[in-house]
């Protein structure tokens, strides 16, 4: 039987409006949440849920390509490239979900990051919010 371990959420903004935060153009990126997971020592066989949600808002007429990147410490474990045009809708909601498997014993920090693959630019406006599900069995 599944049963959950650990829940953990992050909310920096909870409402649109809330923030501006210009996002950078890559290989700058700007972090916009982070928490932390235990993994019990008897829970080897695991799965940890991640879920976003991130409001931007593109600030030119042309599309913004937005790269989330989602980090177990230093390591890389999901990215999701997500395109905004302001010229048919100007601000949006992106959410994903990434699931990190088999984490290994002990605390680990996630980290929600968001980088600028376009010259066009685009800003986090809120809400953002990223949470933390562990499973184990």
Do not use: C
């Not at 371990?5 to 949440?33: C, G, M, R, Y």
């Not at 991130?54 to 997500?82: D, K, P, W």
């Amino acid at each position: 039987m599944t049963h959950v371990i650990w829940f953990n959420a992050s909310v920096p903004a909870v409402v649109t409006d809330q923030v501006h935060i210009e996002i950078p153009l890559t290989p700058e990126k700007v972090i916009l949440a982070e928490l932390g997971v235990f993994i019990a020592p008897h829970y080897a066989n695991n799965r940890v849920q991640l879920i976003a949600t991130v409001g931007v808002g593109g600030e030119e007429a042309s599309i913004s390509q937005l790269l989330f990147r989602l980090f177990r410490g230093t390591q890389e474990i999901y990215y999701a490239l997500q395109g905004v045009e302001p010229g048919y809708e100007r601000n949006m909601i992106v959410s994903f979900q990434a699931i990190d498997t088999n984490v290994s014993e002990g605390s680990h920090g996630y980290s929600l990051y968001v980088e600028r693959m376009t010259e066009s630019g685009a800003a986090v406006i809120g809400p953002i919010n990223l949470s933390a599900t562990v499973y184990a069995w």
